[in-house]
């Protein structure tokens, strides 16, 4: 489903001053780890995505070294991929989990900021509350939220989005249109904005299989 925040993240990967390593903030189960993987699949030849929860073998690299160019070198070894600046998107996921992996993104705003880096992580809050941990002026910051109600009648109602989009708010609503609209606006508030609330009711139509 389309996010507003791609246009954000596309702003970010082509700024052409202070673009530096990107941090996403963001609750469990907003979108952060989709939509990062589907921005670099619509905008990278390549993506490198380290998940330091799922995998606890990768953050022992880090304990090494944290310098950006032996991070580099492990990663392309242990993922078997080129990584070309500008060309891969490196993801680093739950880097809570990895401390390290926070500290070394100002090792690559500060001798490698040719790549592009965006860390992500649902405790990432609490990570940065601690003061050693937070690499000040050394990195992007991004807000992710849960599906606007716009987002959420473009991804379930494309034709209803676009009367929504089209219309003027000092405007009046049509009658039919009016109607389908509080009804959309009911559905939502029920459903809420989790992206994986939203696919569940594309999917049933039936709010009692949503959990």
């Given at each position: ?21 990107l941090?996403?903030?963001?609750a469990r ?19 490198v ?13 880090f ?16 993922y ?10 490196i ?8 401390p ?29 509350a ?5 690499p000040?002026?050394?990195v992007?910051?991004l ?69």
């Open positions: 489903m389309k996010r507003k925040i791609t246009a954000k993240l596309y702003e970010w990967k082509n700024m052409k001053k202070g673009r530096m390593p941090l996403i903030y963001g189960q907003v979108g952060k780890t989709f939509e990062m993987r589907e921005f670099g699949a619509l905008y990278y030849k390549n993506t995505y380290v998940n330091f929860e799922t995998d606890e073998r990768i953050g022992k690299y304990d090494t070294d944290i310098h950006a160019d032996y991070i580099i070198a492990i990663l392309e070894k242990y078997q991929v080129k990584i070309v600046p500008e060309n891969t998107l993801i680093f996921d739950e880097i809570q989990e990895c390290e992996a926070l500290n070394t993104l100002k090792y690559f705003k500060e001798k490698a900021n040719e790549y592009h880096v965006i860390a992500a992580g649902s405790l990432l809050g609490t990570l940065l601690q003061p050693k941990s937070y000040v002026g050394m992007n910051l807000d992710i939220y849960p599906l606007t109600f716009d987002e959420f009648l473009e991804a379930t109602d494309e034709s209803l989005y676009a009367y929504y989009s089209s219309i003027q708010k000092e405007q009046p609503i049509e009658g039919i249109f009016h109607n389908r609209l509080l009804e959309a606006y009911n559905y939502y508030l029920i459903i809420g904005g989790m992206p994986e609330c939203v696919s569940s009711w594309i999917a049933h139509k039936d709010p009692a299989k949503i959990s």
